[in-house]
């Protein structure tokens, strides 16, 4: 991962993509919160530096993501807003129509990072469909286009296919599923891992490794949990309504986890999905 400075007034470091664009480390996810859910945490987020806000057009969310983001007076240069193709929308054509729909909501000119939300390789349309992202880009819609939920082989196909490498794959990822395997696979590529799920769904919370080591550092669990995904060298989006737990997990520069608590957590890897396995879902 090459850390290329700060973005935001909560001094979150960004890392560089493989297109020259860069990306911030952590950011604000937006799954699973309604309207006015979203729009709160949202501006909550970005009133305490962050920078990176994470919806999809799944989510049903984006106008209220866009409603956030106008009212912050933010200058759309400092901000980086991603979002996703819905697997019903998949096709080459049919990427790049979403895409415009996602804008319009979301009431921007462009998205900084555009993902294909999942492979649903059933339908074997997710090559054509990056290939509409592709077109996105070159349309200037999109700064960055990348996708969600591949695995190395998903992965690997896209490339081999269409030439052009993702900036992005963002998969499930926590302390229960550390997706070592795939992110060396990512990393061969040049392609930024970014961890979803990261606090894995408040299950860890009360793991007697997890409240050990947040005690030695005076942190809560969550903190502990975003700082091992951070120093493994992923981007992160956590989601959460909360402004009080949204200020609290963006702080987790100004310590680093010694070697043996980076293995300890990294030793509680059993597998565990909390969402949908990419192998065979064909929703969102």
Not at 14 to 35: F, K, Q, R
Not at 40 to 46: E, G, H, M
Not at 58 to 81: H, M, T
Request: glycine share 8%; proline share 4%.
């Amino acid at each position: 991962m090459t850390l290329t400075g700060e973005s935001g007034a909560a001094s979150i470091p960004s890392i560089a993509l493989n297109d020259e664009n860069t990306m911030p480390v952590l950011g604000l996810g937006t799954a699973e919160l309604s309207e006015d859910e979203t729009e709160r945490a949202v501006s909550a987020a970005l009133e305490v530096g962050c920078r990176l806000i994470d919806t999809a057009a799944a989510y049903g969310n984006e106008a209220a993501v866009g409603r956030a983001i106008a009212a912050s007076g933010i200058p759309r240069a400092e901000l980086f807003v991603t979002t996703k193709l819905a697997t019903a929308e998949q096709g080459f054509q049919s990427s790049q129509d979403a895409c415009l729909r996602s804008l319009e909501r979301l009431g921007l000119d462009y998205v900084d990072l555009y993902l294909i939300h999942w492979p649903a390789a059933s339908l074997g349309k997710y090559v054509d469909s990056f290939g509409g992202l592709i077109q996105s880009r070159g349309n200037e819609h999109a700064r960055s286009i990348g996708v969600s939920n591949f695995t190395a082989e998903h992965l690997s196909m896209v490339i081999d296919l269409t030439f052009v490498t993702p900036a992005v794959n963002q998969i499930e990822l926590h302390p229960l599923l550390n997706q070592q395997e795939l992110r060396g696979s990512n990393a061969e590529h040049e392609v930024v891992t970014q961890s979803y799920t990261p606090l894995a769904l408040g299950k860890l919370n009360d793991n007697p490794t997890v409240t050990s080591i947040a005690a030695e550092y005076g942190k809560t669990p969550s903190q502990v949990l975003l700082r091992w995904n951070v120093q493994l060298g992923n981007s992160v989006v956590f989601r959460s309504a909360k402004p009080e737990h949204i200020a609290s997990n963006l702080d987790v520069f100004g310590f680093e986890l010694a070697t043996e608590h980076m293995d300890a957590l990294n030793g509680l890897d059993d597998g565990t999905r909390f969402r949908p396995d990419p192998d065979t879902y064909a929703g969102a």
